[in-house]
C-alpha cells in the first residue's frame, strides 16, 4: 500500500480511527449473529482491536506529544464495514471485514516502514500478523456461514412431495 503521500499523524489517526470501527462492528455483528460460538469469536476480534487501538494512541502520543482527535472520516481511504439492514446476510458483513483486515495488515507492513524505531516497527509489523490472523478465523467462519445460509434459502415448491 502506498502511504508515502500522507503525514504521519494522518496515519495514525486513520489506524486509530479504523480501530475504532472496526471494534464497533465487530460488537454489533456479534450481537446479531444466532451462532454464540461464532459471537464468541467476534467478541474476542473487537477485543483485540482495543487492544490495537490503545497501542497505536501511544505511538501517537509519542510522536505527536498531544492526546489523538479523530477525524469523523478517515484521511486515508481504508475499506469500510457496512453492516447494512437486518436482512444483509452476516456472511456478507464477514466478508467485508476480511477483505479490512486484509487491508488493515497490508497498512500496517507500510506503516512500520516510516519508523526508525525498531520497537515500533517490529509491534506494527506484529499488528498486521494479528490482522492476517483475524482474516483467517473470519473466513474459517465464512465459510460455516455460508453453508448455514444456503439451508435457510426457501425455494418454491421445495417442500412439495409427489
Do not use: C
Not at 486509530?16 to 474476542?44: C, G, H, M, P, T
Not at 516510516?114 to 499488528?127: A, G, N, P, Q, S
Request: net charge negative; no cysteine; aromatic share 8%.
Amino acid at each position: 500500500m502506498d502511504i508515502s503521500s500522507y503525514s504521519l499523524e494522518d496515519l495514525l489517526l486513520a489506524a486509530i480511527k479504523s480501530e475504532v470501527d472496526a471494534r464497533a462492528i465487530y460488537d454489533q455483528l456479534a450481537d446479531k449473529v444466532n451462532n454464540a460460538f461464532l459471537s464468541d469469536k467476534l467478541r474476542f476480534i473487537a477485543g483485540e482491536e482495543k487492544k490495537h487501538k490503545e497501542f497505536l494512541e501511544s505511538v501517537y502520543k509519542m510522536n505527536m506529544k498531544k492526546e489523538p482527535i479523530l477525524p469523523e472520516i478517515s484521511p486515508v481511504p481504508l475499506p469500510q464495514i457496512n453492516i447494512g439492514s437486518s436482512m444483509t446476510p452476516p456472511s456478507e458483513v464477514i466478508f467485508q471485514s476480511m477483505n479490512a483486515e486484509e487491508a488493515a495488515s497490508d497498512f500496517y507492513r507500510s506503516l512500520s516502514e516510516r519508523f526508525e524505531d525498531d520497537e515500533t516497527k517490529k509491534m506494527l509489523i506484529y499488528l498486521s500478523e494479528m490482522e492476517i490472523g483475524h482474516f483467517k478465523l473470519l473466513e474459517l467462519e465464512k465459510v460455516k456461514l455460508d453453508r448455514e445460509e444456503e439451508y435457510e434459502i426457501q425455494w418454491d415448491m421445495m417442500h412439495v412431495g409427489p
